[in-house]
């Protein structure tokens, strides 16, 4: 398994030798045949008003007469219209993103190859060679305690804590169809363990009676803030400094090894806007695209944007282990993984 | 568009009688103009859904072969026996509910001389006006562990635990109830008003108190309304999306609409056969129900008391028992309207979610309402489900003022009229905004993610909704004022324009403005058909509750259901005026 601290390491050093060539911007006849399809719909799963909007924003300011429509849901959903739009031959959508948009749509052959200027800061291992996906932005997931209900000490550091019978019902998470719901978990804990220690540890976790909420993993922090599950799981490590800042009793735990995701992005094949599709996302890879990345609290793929908080990272001031769910492992596993989760848990 | 035409078409068909008589008979020309819209809107929804029930999706998410193997394994999952079981608790149960409340604050206000009625019209437009997540939402933080009657007991008992255990099937039950009382006042309310005085003051005169006039006339002469109306409440409660999805998921409690939502949604790539599957039995048990509720509905004719004579009722007099009536209508206000908004009020003022403490009022800011004031998206929001409701309001009442006549008297095809303006009750939302993405994707029109594509959808939602209105309404009018009108030279469908549509358009009007307001939060079916420039209200609040930005969602609810109140009472004074 592939440590995220040592591809970030690469990551970093891919990024200073390509620092050039990562701020040359599109090519002219790019921009001009963009402008010519006057608009790019763009079906995301990033937070519309935290997110999109500012990252639409600034890439209508810099290529004014290119438009950004935009429609949010999960990996799921996304994927559902990708795929329904292309069996009617009726496209509408031109570029996606989410963390199991890619594996869905690339089994129904609705991608195409596109290798922005841009993607040339981007490690390896967050590039598709062939140009189907490149990594938008991290997520790194762990678990979160309410510090009014639980104290440092007693917060659970390690996985086998969570069997203590004292967190019996006092845990929630989002069992959402992707790698960062419920299922990333089981399979961070299958590719840690091994099969049948994993499994032997997925079902005395069951025992404790998980909270299942179906909506995003925001709303299972939120429920931990609000008191109700005093510890939540699988949560993003960025959302708890946001919550902090105002005022909220939270804190996120370094439960390693923790679940690293990438959200990437793609271009959908036969896309009515190739050319604003392209250019969008040559757009959010560069520089420029992954300041608004990280102005929105997001971590930013593009290892040359520095964030406020880079105790979030694998490789910050206190380094930790992360499983990083790649496309191929997601691929391979996430529907066994998601079966897991609605046998055991559910 | 293709709305337009549907109306225009209906109203071609209102003309007709200009054209002589004898070559045509104007109602079977009405009824298959009718029935040729109703087809249209209807069944290809209906088919691909079938047609996916036995179809193989290929892992490349296309279809193609024939297989029993979804229902085989619809058949075969044990899972789905506890589910059925849950769902049929869950609507019995939240049916009463419902009827308890709604029902009895309807006779209340209808008939008494009981003060405080408007309070109860405001409870109920109030929380029309309301979208269901907002609802569900602030219920759900009320009655949560780490809500305010939670804190209260735990302080006066000094215990740890909870007294109410929201995520439940006793929290969905309660908070279904809660949902669709008004639903029930606002259509037993219609019968009660038109229902003949004369018999109660019969009853009182020969020496029955109260309570034996209520059991004995009033209920007895509403309880073919009243058992209709049961039946309605629960095959909707069966089919319901929200309240299982927001309470019952998490509490680990499944019900057959959160099955199909499951296999749409909790998998990669969605399992559109089995939830085709599982739709087509949903489909099936309902049409048994609604087998029923057309029997029911065949008696209910036999109590109409508006007739040639007087119809206008005298109110009931309580007597020493007027304050039970009025402290049971402000309990009311107080559980279904004044706590919920106190609560997102609450969550609208902080800058997160957070339990009621005295810590936490100096953390109050009006930062989220400056967000929601100051933002283009709600704008658009707003204004897109406004143009939807009222689009879909208005061809929804149209067609079903006709079917309800046709079907209430009767006629010639009003039955398969009936049946399939009724059709639309058996899908779930979230399975026909399933269906409604695939039609609409296949058709060649470029309907898709437009606000069209919403209208339709949501027209053909609520046509069973417009058609309890407008049956119920023509029940109530006694067939001695058409043959008056027919006596008197008039075509059926002259009858139609100038008796049927005046006497009926009190209840016209309040499905107008019911469809209207369930149109405008409508979520299940907008959740998939919404496009990038025809997001709504409800999708805007669901990608904020699925976001977490409960503050934001509370703000915005707020303003929203403010707006909404307003305009409901625009019509509600007008639907008051006719009457």
Redesign the interface.
């Known amino acids: 398994m592939k440590s995220v601290a040592n591809a970030m390491l690469a990551a970093t050093v891919a990024g200073l030798v390509c620092w050039a060539s990562s701020a040359r911007a599109a090519s002219d006849e790019l921009i001009a045949a963009a402008k010519t399809e006057g608009k790019v719909v763009w079906y995301t799963t990033m937070i519309v008003d935290q997110a999109v909007r500012p990252i639409a924003a600034a890439f209508e300011k810099k290529y004014p007469g290119v438009k950004v429509e935009f429609a949010r849901g999960n990996s799921g959903d996304m994927a559902l219209k990708v795929i329904n739009e292309g069996q009617a031959r009726n496209r509408i959508g031109d570029v996606f993103d989410g963390t199991g948009t890619y594996s869905s749509i690339r089994a129904a052959d609705m991608v195409a190859p596109y290798t922005p200027d841009s993607a040339a800061s981007l490690a390896p291992e967050f590039k598709d060679p062939k140009g189907y996906w490149h990594a938008e932005n991290f997520y790194y997931l762990t678990a979160a305690y309410n510090t009014d209900q639980v104290t440092a000490e007693e917060a659970p550091k390690t996985y086998e804590d969570l069997l203590d019978p004292k967190w019996k019902g006092q845990m929630a998470w989002a069992v959402t169809p992707e790698p960062t719901g419920a299922a990333g978990f089981v399979g961070n804990i299958l590719m840690t363990m091994g099969e049948e220690k994993g499994m032997d540890y997925l079902r005395k976790l069951a025992a404790q009676k998980i909270t299942n909420m179906t909506s995003s993993q925001r709303t299972v922090l939120d429920r931990t803030i609000l008191g109700e599950s005093p510890i939540a799981l699988m949560i993003f490590n960025h959302h708890v400094p946001i919550s902090q800042e105002k005022g909220a009793p939270v804190e996120w735990i370094r439960m390693e090894p923790l679940v690293s995701s990438a959200s990437l992005i793609g271009l959908v094949k036969d896309a009515p806007h190739p050319n604003a599709g392209k250019l969008l996302i040559d757009f959010i890879l560069s520089d420029e695209g992954q300041e608004a990345v990280a102005a929105a609290g997001y971590l930013p793929s593009n290892p040359n944007v520095k964030i406020p908080h880079s105790e979030l990272l694998p490789t910050g001031p206190k380094p930790f282990k992360a499983n990083f769910m790649s496309p191929e492992v997601v691929d391979e596993n996430l529907k066994k993984w998601i079966e897991i989760v609605n046998k055991t848990f559910m | 568009m293709a709305m337009t035409e549907q109306i225009s078409m209906n109203r071609a068909g209102a003309e007709a009688p200009s054209l002589p008589r004898r070559s045509r008979n104007p109602t079977f020309w009405l009824t298959a103009v009718l029935g040729v819209v109703l087809a249209v809107l209807v069944l290809p929804s209906v088919a691909i859904l079938i047609a996916r029930s036995v179809m193989i999706t290929n892992?490349?998410?296309?279809f193609g072969g024939l297989t029993i193997a979804h229902f085989t394994r619809f058949f075969t999952t044990t899972g789905v026996l506890t589910s059925t079981y849950n769902s049929i608790v869950f609507a019995v149960f939240s049916t009463v509910v419902a009827l308890l409340f709604g029902g009895a604050q309807a006779w209340l206000v209808e008939r008494t001389n009981m003060r405080f009625k408007p309070l109860a019209y405001m409870t109920t437009i109030i929380s029309l006006g309301t979208p269901y997540i907002l609802y569900v939402g602030a219920w759900l933080?009320l009655l949560?562990?780490?809500g305010p009657i939670n804190d209260v007991f735990r302080m006066v008992t000094g215990s740890r635990g909870v007294l109410i255990d929201v995520?439940s099937m006793f929290g969905m039950v309660l908070i279904e109830g809660f949902l669709w009382s008004p639903l029930v006042f606002l259509l037993l309310s219609s019968t009660f008003r038109v229902a003949n005085a004369d018999l109660e003051e019969a009853a009182r005169m020969s020496g029955a108190n109260v309570f034996q006039t209520i059991w004995n006339v009033s209920i007895k002469m509403a309880m073919p309304a009243i058992l209709a109306l049961a039946l309605f409440v629960f095959i909707r409660a069966v089919e319901a999306f929200e309240v299982p999805?927001m309470v019952g998921?998490?509490?680990?409690i499944?019900v057959l609409t959160t099955d199909v939502y499951?296999s749409?949604?909790?998998?990669?790539?969605?399992d559109l056969g089995y939830a085709s599957a599982y739709s087509v039995v949903l489909l099936v048990i309902v049409g048994i129900l609604l087998y029923f509720y057309g029997k029911l509905a065949k008696n209910a004719g036999k109590y109409s008391s508006i007739t040639g004579k007087s119809f206008r009722p005298r109110p009931f007099n309580l007597g020493p028992y007027r304050w039970v009536a009025e402290a049971l209508v402000i309990f009311n206000f107080v559980l279904l309207l004044l706590l919920p908004l106190l609560a997102l009020l609450w969550l609208a003022l902080q800058?997160?979610?957070?339990?009621i403490r005295p810590s936490a009022f100096s953390?109050m800011s009006f930062h989220n309402f400056a967000?929601v004031f100051s933002?283009e998206?709600y704008r658009d929001l707003a204004v897109n489900t406004i143009l939807i409701g009222a689009i879909a309001a208005t061809a929804a009442v149209v067609i079903t003022f006709f079917v309800g006549w046709l079907s209430a008297r009767r006629k010639p095809g009003g039955v398969v009229l009936d049946q399939l303006a009724t059709a639309p009750l058996i899908f779930p939302g979230i399975v026909m905004g399933v269906a409604f993405?695939?039609v609409f994707?296949?058709v060649p029109v470029?309907i898709?993610?437009t606000l069209w594509a919403l209208a339709i959808a949501y027209t053909v939602r609520y046509l069973p909704y417009g058609l309890r209105y407008s049956y119920a309404g023509v029940l109530q009018i006694h067939h001695e004022l058409e043959e008056a009108a027919g006596v008197a030279g008039a075509g059926p469908l002259t009858m139609l324009r100038r008796i049927m549509a005046p006497l009926l358009s009190p209840a016209l009007v309040s499905a107008w403005l019911f469809i209207f307001l369930i149109a405008t939060k409508e979520l299940a079916v907008a959740?998939?058909l919404?496009?990038?420039?025809s997001?709504v209200v409800a999708v805007g609040m669901y990608?904020l509750?699925?976001?977490?930005?409960?503050g934001?969602l509370a703000a915005f609810g707020l303003v929203w259901a403010a707006v909404m109140t307003c305009l409901a009472f625009v019509f509600y004074a007008f639907a008051r005026n006719k009457a």
């Open positions: 892992p490349d998410a296309s933080f949560g562990k780490a995520y999805a998921m998490p509490g680990g499944d499951k749409i949604k909790e998998t990669i790539p969605p800058p997160f979610m957070r339990a953390a967000t933002s998206y993405l695939m994707l296949s470029p898709y993610g959740a998939l919404a496009g990038p420039n997001q990608d509750w699925v976001n977490g930005q409960g934001e």
